[in-house]
């Protein structure tokens, strides 16, 4: 419904976007012992990992090639070749995930080649899975780095069904393909979901393991925790996956290329349809009925539907999303009765084009702000705010980063009760902005009283007493 | 890049830095810096340095030409504080796509500059040179050239792309920009026998205002901080000062030495962490700025605020010494910081186990036996995972860094407090130096600690309900 156009204009002012070897990395942090590393310059890693410790507050394992300006010019397999090994050596990981940068791609490296020599070079590192994506800082976004970081991780580690051959399926085990735009909050509530009827979910990226701000036992210089690479490797003999956001698309059709698994892609679980739809997804795949629990929680997403629409209806709204994310809060908000005024987003995605909205722009927060004047609230991430405080209106932050905010890993949106606490979150921030009636909340300017020549007669000071009247 | 790479040439042979002086001709050839060992390196770029020193600048329109990730994943993540101008907190960026790539990316430069000055109309723009356009051969002096006589505004490019180096080599590029574009470019109206610059200090979390109202008050005025709180034309008048300190080590000597090379601007180096130091920078100030013709009684006036703010100070403390006496502080920090805080920890009954000597020069380490006497137990190079040995074995009761570490000691359940670049209090001159030890306290005191470090129910013995 929405038309969906590119910014003219030649400089971006406060970017909504950030780039894909971040997104990439951010996939890699999803799996048990792994160093992600960027293939470029130290800066480019340093800016990365600064931006994942303010909004996990948490320690992040990423690594760079270190590539100097005469490395750039001169080669740059030496880097790789020494991070590799460097990083096997000070910190045995069980695999490292590769993400060229611009500089990188602008050279031209052609990293499966070195990846290969290297393997050849060094056969004591045979254990150490190497998974290389192609993540140029130049084109596309974040989510665009996550999504296709996961199309390699099934394409390199999950082993292949070839067609015809008979499979020994388990017809308990769901793959789940989450994108970016899930919290390991979110990721949480699905495995509790998809458990609650039996099934054993195996999620990839797994950041519900690895970010999620738990204490390891002792010291750990790469991830905490994640899908490990022998459960990715069995990810074919799973009944069916699930991929959430139409990034995950190509990843999931990429899984039933190489093993057959039939998938379903969710662009969104927020809000009481698409949920309805996995609840009943995983009552066919289980064979099982619907717990209570998701009974219950079903009717109090109903019933906070019913209590919440009266602060939703009519409301105008701005975002500032990546595709599935702006989706899936455009879509949610409208079917609360809100209106979407403005919505700007980074990179191109065939879910813009659903959104109930006139345009949606692929642009920067300077769109955002001069789109969002006189609306009742502004959402986008943390680098908003300094929008939200020149406009003087509401700000509610979702999506990444949140690094003026606690907790940005477990909030939740997905599932009856993701939404639900949604419905209560946002519904508050208009509570807390109701307007108070005054005496000339309806008063027209136009139709001030006019001046009348009215006599007005003075009353004697001294009162009378009626009795003496009397 | 043959200017650059003379620039950087220049930079590494910086003869008021008396690590490079004691070199050889040939040591001094290889740089600054160790070689990164890829796949070990932590630490942000040259372009990461430049824009942490210019940044500051308050009412200027930063533009970062190159892809996506230098600006849109790093923007707004620095404390540094404005007095008034909001502007440098915008954020502007070319977002060079890979049409740019293949046709180059001068065109889009240009039109952004234009784009800028025409809606916000800033003193200057300047402009930041990153990676990706170096190598595709941008012309960035030319562009900026170009559209300064076209628009009539100084439009200054900063030549620091990441690849040149690690982040201090990008704090001395910038300074070599200020040096050939700004520096000098402006008259001020009037000028002071108190003229003072203050070299090296970003007023992050306001850090420059603990220490402005002393100066205020001992009448000298500040002409330009550079790069704190600073204005365009600041900056391009600061040649007229009288005299100049220069603070955080070695970021910015280079502009301090050719100030005094090009202006007979005398400078000395000093600090405002600690309160010893404190005074001593208030009293070279009015030494520098009396031998520069200054009348002698400011001598007097810095030792009065001296004598009352110290007074001032150590009473403040004086109620921690109790809960602090003994308490082992492990300091991983780099340069000045490594010493100049210890006086003041020390002095409160703090016991320093260790402090890192990394990033520290020949002389620090001097001033820190001085301090710590024989047992000062230096640390060169400390791994995560050693820092958590220690603090997991409580060989320490609490660790103060930089927001890198922090994990490491919270995970091992210890306090911890940031005094780098990212934190959010203020440390400096007196009032900063209580405020250090009033956080010390309150994060050792922290009635958490106890309830973290208790054992989960599932690993204690099953109590009987019965």
């Given amino acids: ?75 740059g397999f030496e880097n790789v070749e020494a991070a590799i090994v460097n990083i096997a050596k000070r910190t045995k990981p069980e695999i490292i995930g590769i993400c060229s940068t611009g500089v990188t791609e602008v050279k031209g490296d052609d990293v499966d080649a070195f990846i290969r020599l290297i393997r050849a070079n060094h056969p004591e590192l045979a254990h150490i899975g190497l998974v290389y994506v192609s993540t140029p800082d130049f084109k596309g976004a974040f989510q665009d780095g996550w999504s296709n970081a996961v199309v390699q991780l099934v394409e390199q580690l999950v082993e292949p069904v070839s067609q015809g051959r008979r499979m020994l399926r388990n017809p308990r085990q769901l793959n789940v393909l989450p994108g970016s735009h899930l919290t390991p909050g979110d990721l949480e509530e699905l495995r509790e979901i998809i458990e ?98 998701y009974r219950r929680q079903r009717s109090q997403l109903v019933d906070a539907m019913l209590d919440g629409h009266f602060h939703f209806g009519g409301k105008k709204i701005a975002i500032g999303a990546e595709p599935d994310l702006l989706w899936s809060m455009a879509a949610f908000l409208t079917e609360m009765g809100g209106h979407i005024n403005a919505a700007v987003t980074t990179t191109t995605s065939v879910v813009l084009a659903r ?66 606490d949604l419905i209560f979150d946002i519904g508050n921030v208009f509570m807390a902005e109701a307007h108070q009636a005054a005496p000339d909340t309806w008063r027209r300017s136009e139709e001030a009283a006019p001046e009348y020549a009215v006599p007005r007669v003075s009353v004697p000071q001294e009162l009378v007493m009626l009795t003496e009247l009397i | 890049m043959s200017t650059l790479s003379s620039k950087i040439g220049a930079v590494f042979n910086e003869p008021g830095c008396e690590i490079n002086a004691a070199k050889s001709d040939k040591a001094r050839k290889k740089g600054c810096t160790k070689q990164l060992a890829p796949g070990a390196a932590a630490g942000g770029c040259a372009f990461d340095g430049a824009k942490i020193a210019l940044q500051p600048i308050t009412d200027v329109a930063h533009l970062v030409h190159g892809p996506i990730a230098c600006e849109g994943n790093s923007w707004d993540n620095r404390g540094t504080m404005s007095s008034g101008p909001q502007l440098y907190r ?12 293949v046709f180059g990316g001068e065109k889009r430069l240009y039109k952004s500059i234009k784009e800028i000055i025409e809606k916000y109309d800033p003193p200057a723009v300047f402009v930041y040179q990153t990676c990706v356009p170096a190598m595709i051969g941008d012309d960035l002096n030319a562009v900026c050239k170009a559209a300064s006589e076209k628009f009539g505004k100084p439009v200054i490019s900063v030549m620091s792309p990441g690849f040149v180096g690690p982040k201090n080599l990008g704090n001395k590029l910038a300074g070599e920009a200020l040096l050939d574009h700004v520096i000098g470019t402006e008259e001020p109206d009037d000028t002071t026998p108190y003229d003072l610059n203050i070299i090296g200090e970003y007023n992050l979390s306001g850090e420059l205002w603990q220490v402005k109202p002393l100066l205020d008050e001992m009448g000298v005025r500040i002409l330009s901080c550079i790069s704190g709180d600073a204005r365009y034309h600041e900056v391009a008048r600061s040649h007229r000062a009288r005299a100049a300190m220069m603070v955080c080590s070695k970021a910015m000597i280079n502009i301090a030495r050719k100030m005094e090379e090009r202006y007979a601007i005398p400078f000395f180096e000093g600090s405002f962490y600690g309160i010893g130091d404190t005074s001593d920078s208030l009293r070279q100030i009015a030494k520098l700025l009396v ?33 602090l006496a003994g308490k082992r502080v492990l300091l991983i920090t780099g340069g000045v910081k490594s010493w100049s805080v210890v006086a003041a920890l020390q002095a409160v009954g703090l016991d ?104 989960a129910p599932w690993a204690m013995p099953l109590v009987s309900v019965a």
């Avoid at chain 2, 994990?407 to 091992?412: E, G, I, P, W």
């Fill in chain 2, 352 to 455: 320093i186990v260790g402090t890192s000597v990394k990033k520290s020069t020949q002389e620090d380490k001097e001033r820190i036996k001085e301090i710590m006497g024989g047992d000062a137990h230096m640390i060169d190079d400390m791994t995560p995972r050693e820092m958590y040995k220690m603090l997991k074995e409580a060989r320490a009761d609490i660790m103060l860094s930089g927001g890198r570490s922090q994990f490491v000691a919270l995970k091992a359940k210890m306090p911890w407090l940031d005094i780098n670049q990212e934190r959010h209090h203020a440390y400096a001159g007196y009032a900063g130096m209580t405020a250090l030890v009033r956080e010390i306290e309150k994060a050792l005191y922290n009635p958490i600690w106890d309830q973290v470090r208790k054992p």
């Fill in chain 2, 291 to 323: 031998a520069r013709g200054a009348p002698a009684e400011l001598i007097e006036r810095a030792e009065s605020v001296i004598r009352r703010e110290e007074a001032r100070a150590w009473e403040e403390l004086e109620p921690y010494k109790a809960r």
């Fill in chain 1, 355 to 420: 959104v109930q909205t006139g345009e949606v722009l692929i642009g920067d927060l300077e769109d955002l702000e001069s789109r969002s004047a006189g609306c009742d609230l502004l959402i986008t991430h943390s680098h908003g705010r300094q929008t939200a405080g020149r406009l003087h209106i509401p700000f509610y932050r979702m999506g990444f980063p949140m690094f003026d905010r606690l907790g940005a890993a477990h909030r939740v949106s997905v599932g009856y009760r993701g939404t639900r």
């Fill in chain 2, 90 to 101: 915008t954020s502007f960026t070319t977002d060079m796509n890979e049409n740019d790539v």
């Fill in chain 1, 1 to 75: 419904m929405a038309t969906v156009v590119a910014s003219r204009k030649a400089c971006t002012v406060n970017p909504l976007k950030m780039s894909q070897p971040i997104g990439g990395a951010l996939a890699f942090m999803g799996i048990r012992c792994c160093m992600p590393l960027l293939h470029g310059s130290q800066g480019c890693t340093s800016f990365g990992l600064v931006l994942f410790v303010r909004h996990f507050r948490e320690s992040i394992p990423l690594q760079t090639t270190a590539m100097s300006e005469v490395a750039t010019v001169l080669g």
């Fill in chain 1, 196 to 293: 609650a009827f039996g099934l054993q979910p195996l999620f990839l990226p797994d950041l519900s393991g690895s970010l999620d701000g738990h204490i390891p036992e002792d010291f750990t210089p790469t991830t905490l925790g994640g899908i490990s690479l022998a459960e990715i490797a069995r990810l074919g003999a799973s009944a069916h996956t699930i991929a959430v956001g139409e990034q995950m698309r190509p990843a999931a059709s990429v899984m039933e290329e190489r093993t057959g698994v039939p998938f379903t892609v969710f662009d969104r679980l927020t809000g009481l349809a698409p949920n309805d739809d996995l609840i009943g997804l995983l009552a066919s795949l289980s064979g099982q009925p619907v717990p209570a629990k």
